[in-house]
């Protein structure tokens, strides 16, 4: 028999804040950083679900989307559309991204027989979104960088690195607005809820790729592309490298956008 699995997103707008009325204000910035205040802020989340199932061969469906959706309307949005996370809805935890998932991940029962929870996406911000997967945590942020550069191969004539590589051989190169998503796994701190500061990430991936490769050549002014074609395949690899080892929280994966219509991951 077939399988199949089937993703399903609803939406919900929630408040939340990262301050503990058990710690004073000095050890609430010590502990969230930025991130500290007394006040709520909101989002708009976006949820994805994933589903798997056989397909029934009278239905053709692994699950039919009405009845995903009534446990979507019950389990998710009835619960945090329009509430405080911290005084309504996740009350007595810190209502991080990481918690979330796994209280949407835990709160998702009642799948009809035989369909099984496979993932769970939240989109937290356009630049910041979490994974649940069997029980394994992910997070994702999202940075920017524009850089120039052209595909050639030494070993090549002109002619033969236009037959391989087209218009990216340009002889005076060209450039792309890069899209760089970093993912990280590990354990969730038991006193924090977090998986990782991501204001520690953000200044790691900022001081060693960002600032190093936006508004460059990356033939030129990028000491790890030296004598390398820079195809999006290198440079991610480069990418991975750099960052591998030395983030607060295990890498995972890097997605290197190159243009809205391609994309090379590299994966630990
Ligand atoms: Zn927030
Ligand atoms: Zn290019």
Redesign the pocket.
């Known amino acids: 028999m077939a399988r199949a699995t089937l993703f399903r997103k609803v939406t919900f707008s929630a408040g939340?804040?990262?301050w503990s009325e058990l710690l004073t204000p000095e050890e609430n910035i010590a502990q969230f950083g930025q991130?500290a205040s007394r006040y709520n802020?909101?989002?708009n989340y976006a949820v994805w679900v994933g589903v798997s199932g056989d397909v029934d061969k009278s239905t053709g469906m692994v699950v039919n989307i009405k009845d995903i959706d009534a446990i979507l309307q019950q389990c998710v949005v009835k619960r945090f559309d329009q509430k405080s996370l911290n005084d309504e809805a996740m009350v007595g935890k810190v209502?991080?991204l990481e918690t979330l998932l796994c209280e949407v991940a835990g709160s998702l029962t009642g799948l009809p027989d035989g369909v099984q929870l496979e993932s769970v996406k939240i989109i937290?911000?356009p630049g910041f979104y979490g994974e649940w997967s069997q029980g394994v945590l992910t997070l994702t942020r999202t940075y920017e960088f524009a850089a120039a550069h052209r595909l050639a191969s030494p070993d090549l004539s002109d002619e033969e690195n236009f037959a391989l590589y087209g218009k990216c051989t340009n002889a005076n190169g060209h450039g792309h607005n890069y899209v760089l998503e970093v993912t990280v796994t590990g354990d969730t701190d038991p006193s924090t809820g977090f998986l990782c500061d991501i204001s520690a990430l953000d200044q790691i991936v900022e001081r060693e790729v960002v600032s190093r490769y936006d508004h460059k050549n990356l033939d030129k002014d990028v000491p790890e592309l030296q004598g390398k074609t820079t195809t999006s395949e290198n440079v991610a690899i480069a990418i991975f490298s750099l960052l591998k080892d030395r983030l607060p929280a295990e890498l995972k994966r890097i997605k290197l956008f190159e243009t809205a219509r391609n994309a090379f991951e590299v994966e630990a």
């Open positions: 939340h804040r990262y991130w802020h909101g989002h209502p991080c937290e911000l």
